[in-house]
């Protein structure tokens, strides 16, 4: 996950992405646990701000990675 965070070509993938979600009907889904140790809560928030046409959520529970495990 690092080495995504800090590549130098993130915000053009970034720009590219919502492009794409723009042109589209489909929309992507933030989800996110509020007791995930791992990322902030915050950070939920900056990236529904860097890919606008996203829809966000919030469970309860779960931890990180919780849709990989369920």
């Known amino acids: 996950m690092w080495s995504l965070w800090s590549d ?3 915000p053009a993938v970034l720009s590219a992405a919502t492009a794409t979600l723009s042109a589209r009907t489909g929309r992507a889904l933030v989800v996110h646990a509020r007791d995930d140790r791992t990322v902030p809560f ?3 928030a900056r990236w529904l701000r860097s890919l606008p046409h996203a829809d966000g959520s ?3 529970r779960g931890g990180h990675q919780f849709l990989l495990r369920n």
Do not use: A, K, M, Q
């Open 58 to 60: 919030v469970v309860p």
């Open 42 to 44: 915050d950070d939920h």
């Open 8 to 10: 130098p070509d993130l």
